[in-house]
């Protein structure tokens, strides 16, 4: 993770110069975030640029770092990408937020020189927050559907209703990425983009209803793969009913360099007790192949810790979370770790209780990951926060849940 790896120690050295590492390359590394041979081999399999040489001698030291870790986690990861990367049968590829490949090259090229936030701006500080309750909040599986973004959102929705002790409180998501494409002024306008502005329209304009009014369903067969079937007029009739008319806090292109920066913005809405939603690039390695960005890297899915993009990423998709809390670190280079909760089910953090020695305690939840402020603050493309008084939220949710 960011900043850790500056404080390499004799071991780490020793244990680089054991699998073959120049001291450059050691050193290169530690930036990065190893410092331990999980956290070499997490470093090694995600930034292939960091390494010097052939392709054969990169694919010789990856081997011989695989060798210090667990032969359970090696297996676990690879039934993972296995998963992930396997198409639904009669289904597309997943769609891209970046659609064609001059979009792509063109967002890289922006985000790239967007500036960094500026080294005098004032780290985060105060007390670790979570708001995630004692009650069991069941993991949602968006599968190979684009769907993050109203999983995020539904995330927020449901949160008063976990905090108030139900065990399973579940919105549709289906419902809602439906509204995004047919109802959503934006989400027609730009129809291969999916955004939490979008998510934001569909709510105050269509509503959202319960799961059970309209399932989601992760394996769906092209077209209906892209959308998704169309609620009844029935079920729009009762959403509609509960359409969002309170303030909501959102940004588009949030980081402003003479600000107090996102993470900070993000971290004063935890503070308020306010779930909230953000959306930003995976990033990858500009060595690594398509798809292997630090999203699914094996920090990330095995652990739950997602590592900050090296000098020269590239970008590769994007996704969206619903942040749940904040844990303070001095040596991340904005002072902490935001706490958010993910939409790939229990494949996500596969091992939350491992502690992989990056000076971050184990995740502890499946499901759940942890992202840098330093990410955040840099990265972000939008965030979103429902904004009403306490009270009306948490009602707001029992009503849509049917309670």
């Known amino acids: 993770m960011s900043g850790t790896g500056r404080y390499a120690t004799a071991d780490y050295l020793r244990l680089a110069a054991r699998i073959g590492l120049s001291r450059g390359e050691a050193q290169r590394l530690a930036e990065a975030g190893a410092c331990s041979p999980r956290t070499l081999?997490?470093?090694?399999?995600?930034?292939?640029?960091l390494l010097e040489g052939s392709a054969e001698r990169r694919a010789a030291i990856l081997h011989a770092a695989a060798a210090q870790s667990e032969p359970r986690e090696i297996r676990a990861l690879a039934a993972l990408r296995r998963r992930l990367l396997a198409a639904v049968p009669g289904a597309v590829p997943p769609i891209p937020l970046n659609t064609t490949p001059a979009k792509a090259a063109a967002m890289t090229e922006n985000a790239n020189r967007r500036p960094a936030p500026p080294r005098d701006r004032p780290r985060l500080d105060g007390p670790a927050i979570t708001l995630l309750g004692e009650a069991r909040w069941?993991?949602?599986?968006?599968?190979?559907?684009?769907?993050?973004?109203?999983?995020?959102?539904?995330?927020?929705?449901?949160?008063?209703?976990?905090?108030d002790g139900d065990d399973d409180p579940d919105l549709s998501e289906q419902y809602l990425f439906w509204a995004m494409k047919e109802r959503s002024p934006s989400g027609q306008a730009e129809p291969e983009h999916h955004k939490l502005r979008q998510a934001m329209e569909a709510l105050s304009l269509a509503g959202i209803c319960?799961?059970?009014?309209?399932?989601?369903?992760?394996?769906?067969?092209?077209?209906?793969?892209?959308?998704?079937?169309?609620?009844?007029?029935?079920?729009?009739?009762?959403?509609?009913?509960?359409?969002?008319?309170?303030?909501?806090?959102?940004?588009?292109?949030?980081?402003?360099?003479?600000?107090?920066?996102?993470?900070?913005?993000?971290?004063?809405?935890?503070?308020?007790?306010?779930?909230?939603?953000?959306?930003?690039?995976?990033?990858?390695?500009?060595?690594?192949?398509?798809?292997?960005?630090?999203?699914?890297?094996?920090?990330?899915?095995?652990?739950?810790?997602?590592?900050?993009?090296v000098p020269g990423a590239v970008e590769d998709g994007g996704h969206a979370v619903c942040i749940l809390g904040f844990l303070p670190h001095a040596r991340e280079r904005r002072g902490g770790y935001f706490l958010f909760r993910n939409s790939w089910g229990a494949r996500f953090a596969e091992f939350p209780h491992t502690d992989?020695?990056?000076?971050?305690?184990?995740?502890?939840?499946?499901?759940?990951?942890?992202?840098?402020?330093?990410?955040?603050?840099?990265?972000?493309?939008?965030?979103?926060?429902?904004?009403?008084?306490?009270?009306?939220?948490?009602?707001?949710?029992?009503?849509?849940?049917?309670?």
Not at 41 to 49: A, L, V
Not at 276 to 303: F, K, Q, V
Request: net charge neutral.
């Open 210 to 309: 319960a799961e059970a009014d309209q399932p989601y369903i992760a394996a769906l067969p092209d077209p209906a793969w892209a959308t998704g079937a169309t609620p009844s007029p029935a079920v729009q009739a009762k959403a509609y009913k509960d359409r969002w008319t309170d303030p909501v806090i959102y940004d588009d292109e949030p980081e402003d360099s003479q600000g107090p920066g996102t993470a900070a913005r993000l971290l004063a809405l935890l503070r308020q007790g306010r779930a909230t939603a953000i959306a930003l690039p995976m990033m990858r390695d500009a060595a690594a192949a398509p798809g292997e960005n630090n999203w699914r890297s094996r920090s990330a899915l095995l652990y739950g810790k997602v590592p900050d993009p």
């Open 356 to 403: 992989i020695q990056d000076g971050l305690p184990p995740v502890g939840r499946q499901g759940y990951g942890y992202l840098s402020a330093n990410y955040v603050d840099r990265w972000c493309w939008e965030l979103l926060s429902l904004a009403p008084a306490e009270a009306r939220m948490r009602d707001h949710g029992r009503r849509l849940a049917g309670c």
């Open 138 to 163: 069941r993991l949602r599986e968006q599968g190979r559907r684009p769907t993050c973004i109203p999983f995020a959102v539904t995330a927020m929705l449901e949160h008063p209703h976990h905090l």
């Open 41 to 49: 081999h997490c470093r090694i399999e995600s930034n292939p640029s």
